[in-house]
């Protein structure tokens, strides 16, 4: 069955970094696209942008552009999204989630991250 | 930016049915899908392309499109379907992902 499996909760204080992983089975990893979502206390759901598994290849929006890096490594079908400079506003879960079918909506989601910037 | 609006929240008795609206400039021309969030989980993929279920969705769970306006209609509410609801579309004129403000479904 598809599963995609991301990183434990993460504690950062204000201006580092944070790397958060989405490691997927049950499918052929290079096959989909692995997009991020973002959703803030008591928020809505923002999406963040894309990596293709297969070329590498990414679309970021533009509020993240510079900001966020999202990489994958196929041998350990594995998704990366990193988030620099972090700010207390960046407190949020933060999802990976597979497109499906025709690539315009997400069929299979990961559990999860709570990333907490904090001083 | 495209915007999905959706109202905040919808109050449904166990067992009637709850319509959730989803309004977008040219939605008519754009694939609707729905996701299901409760407190403390991920979203869960409940009708994609306006109308289609996903294996597992119960029949209860229906989308449709008229004008400007997706509905998710959910018929013969059940206690466990309390939860927040989110439309969602890809904007093909800026090549993004967009979703709706979400509805807060009450069962009373």
């Known amino acids: 069955q598809v599963q995609l499996v991301q990183s434990g909760a993460e504690l950062k204080k204000p201006g580092a970094p944070v790397r958060v992983s989405c490691k997927a089975s049950g499918y052929t990893f290079t096959a989909y696209y692995i997009h991020w979502v973002r959703q803030a206390p008591g928020q809505g759901l923002e999406w963040m942008g894309f990596?293709?598994?297969?070329?590498?290849?990414?679309k970021y929006v533009q509020k993240f552009q510079g900001r966020v890096t999202m990489t994958r490594d196929t041998s350990v079908s594995t998704a990366y999204m990193e988030l620099d400079t972090l700010r207390s506003d960046d407190t949020a879960v933060f999802y990976c989630?597979?497109?499906?079918?025709?690539?315009?909506?997400?069929?299979?989601w990961g559990q999860g991250t709570l990333v907490t910037v904090s001083s | 930016s495209y915007v999905l609006t959706q109202p905040p929240s919808v109050s449904v008795a166990p067992g009637q049915t709850a319509r959730l609206t989803c309004g977008g400039n040219?939605?008519?021309?754009?694939?609707v899908h729905w996701y299901q969030q409760k407190p403390g989980q991920a979203p869960v993929l409940v009708v994609y392309d306006d109308s289609d279920r996903p294996s597992g969705i119960p029949e209860r769970f229906s989308g449709s499109k008229s004008g400007n306006t997706a509905t998710l209609t959910i018929s013969r509410v059940e206690a466990g379907d309390e939860a927040d609801y989110y439309c969602?579309?890809?904007?093909?004129?800026?090549?993004?992902?967009?979703f709706g403000t979400g509805t807060k479904v009450t069962v009373l």
């Open positions: 040219n939605i008519g021309i754009k694939s």
């Open positions: 989630a597979r497109a499906g079918g025709g690539y315009t909506f997400f069929d299979f």
């Open positions: 990596i293709n598994p297969n070329s590498g290849g990414t």
């Open positions: 969602q579309v890809w904007d093909s004129r800026s090549d993004h992902y967009v």
